[in-house]
């Protein structure tokens, strides 16, 4: 495992952590830890998707990652998860994504150890680049009627069940 590949499962372990703490208490969501996983899950999805995957194509002459369609299916479920104000449904729905999605990019074979492989001499480039990407600003939560329904629909249309 190279740098890349740390720096981002590293990443997932401090987003997992940070959900269990905003989900641990009774019922409730502790909004401090849930905003840091919310800001922190909308940068993690743009390194992804405005660098990682972008990079493998480039480093394929063209040709994308065969799980860059499903990546970005659930990438767009767990940003319509982060739009509405969170409840035990939405933050058992993320979970539910992530357990699916995190091994398609640690697992051998996975997205993280073929950008390491391929970026090979670019690695440290990458790396830096991943490192500096600044923080994405996050909308405040919509809780328009409606908006559960949207959110629901972005979850079916990435295969999951919505819990909420």
């Given amino acids: 495992m190279n740098g890349i590949y740390k720096y981002l499962s590293g990443d997932h372990e401090r987003l997992d952590e940070l959900l ?3 989900a641990e208490g009774d019922g409730g969501i502790d909004m401090k830890p849930y905003s840091e996983f919310r800001q922190g899950l909308l940068r993690h999805i743009g390194l992804e998707e405005k660098i990682i995957l972008p990079a493998i194509a480039r480093l394929q002459n ?3 990652v065969e799980i860059a369609a499903r990546l970005r299916l659930d990438h767009g479920a767990l940003v319509a998860l982060l739009v509405p104000p969170p409840d035990p449904g939405i933050i058992e729905t993320i979970r539910s994504i992530l357990k699916e ?7 051998e074979g996975g997205l993280y150890e073929l950008i390491d492989r391929l970026a090979a001499d ?3 480039s990458l790396l830096e ?3 500096s990407a600044p923080v994405v600003p996050a909308l405040p939560h919509n809780d328009k009627p409606g908006i559960l329904d949207i ?6 249309r990435a295969g999951y ?4």
């Fill in 62 to 64: 063209g040709r994308q």
């Fill in 161 to 164: 069940k919505p819990l909420f």
């Fill in 20 to 22: 269990r703490l905003a």
């Fill in 101 to 107: 999605h995190n091994p398609l990019e640690e697992n």
């Fill in 151 to 156: 959110t629901r629909r972005a979850v079916r």
């Fill in 129 to 131: 680049k991943l490192e």
């Fill in 122 to 124: 670019e690695a440290e």
